[in-house]
């Protein structure tokens, strides 16, 4: 018999309407899991308590979905290729988890599902059939991170939320391959934040954001360029001298960084600013809450 591990943390799948609009409700995922499951599966629910919108999720929180799948995999460890993890969350930072969980759990034997929808339980949306796709997937699938939306699985590790009305709602940018072994990871308490240059940005700006940041993912325009400001360099400068990391991804969804194709991004280098190459946003937050919580 399959153990299946259904981790409840709140998003659209499990609301109703409400007077202010929807909001969550108790039970809804919980009785949908077990009328859709597959009759060989054993279903064991965790529900946070309370439910928590995905605008809501942060490091606390992904720390509490790794402590449920960690106690879950070692209660299942002598059941090799008989255990998965479905974790059903709102769609709007379900990018950000899906890079938090898939390096936080890289090398972890078995295979943990995303799941979520554009239109709550019964009201004849995508939610039944994206919860139905990620029961049925969780069984057969590979060991990593996934998310299951759509009629698709995909690697969770480069989620983007492309749109945020229609059911095709997410695609996934490749990203590099990530190391096992296996081992405990958390987040800990730091202050992070993905900032944007756009044209006009006094440097003024964003020294006073890199101030309270213990690290940051700066999006960058095309494959690595940025205004040419002494004052901007001198705050990315000023800002990695004092210990802030400071990671620079593009700001188109695909293609990544490529430094030294362009002088105009020559600033950001020497300022000592690291190259994030095809990471998406969340990934490049991830790694970097990842190791600073090391």
């Known amino acids: ?9 709140g998003g659209t799948i499990g ?25 060989d599966a054993r279903l064991t629910l965790h529900v946070f308590d309370p439910l928590v919108d995905s605008s809501a999720i942060g490091p606390d ?9 960690d106690t879950f995999a070692t209660r299942c460890a002598d ?22 969980l898939a390096q936080a759990l890289a090398g972890l034997p078995m295979p943990v599902l995303l799941c979520g929808s554009m239109q709550p339980l019964g009201m004849k949306g995508d939610a039944e059939g994206n919860l139905k796709l990620a029961l049925d997937a969780v069984r057969d699938g590979p060991a990593g991170v996934r998310l299951a939306f759509n009629g698709a699985i995909m690697a969770a590790a480069g989620l983007v939320k492309h749109n945020s009305q229609e059911a095709d709602a997410f695609r996934s940018v490749p990203q590099a391959p990530l190391a096992g072994p296996y081992r405990r990871r958390r987040f800990a308490d730091r202050r992070l934040a993905v900032l944007t240059l756009s044209p006009g940005l006094p440097a003024g700006a964003l020294a006073g954001a890199l101030a309270e940041l213990d690290g940051a993912v700066l999006r960058v325009y095309g494959a690595g360029t940025a205004m040419d400001d002494p004052k901007l360099e001198a705050a990315l400068a000023q800002a990695v001298q004092r210990g802030c990391r400071i990671r620079a991804v593009s700001q188109c969804e695909e293609g990544g960084l490529s430094p030294g194709s362009y002088a105009a991004g020559a600033l950001l280098w020497r300022a000592g600013v690291e190259n994030g190459g095809p990471e ?6 991830a790694r970097l809450w990842i190791e600073l919580s090391d």
Do not use: C, Q, S, Y
């Open 280 to 285: 998406t946003p969340e990934a490049a937050l």
């Open 15 to 39: 609301m109703a309407p409400g007077p202010d609009g929807l909001a969550p409700a108790k039970g809804l995922v919980e009785a949908a899991a077990r009328r859709l499951a597959p009759a």
């Open 1 to 9: 018999m399959a153990e299946i591990l259904l981790l409840h943390t």
């Open 79 to 100: 059941m090799p290729g008989r255990a998965g993890v479905i974790i059903t969350h709102g769609t709007d930072t379900m990018a950000f988890t899906g890079a938090a």
């Open 61 to 69: 929180h992904w720390n509490a979905m790794l402590e449920a799948i």
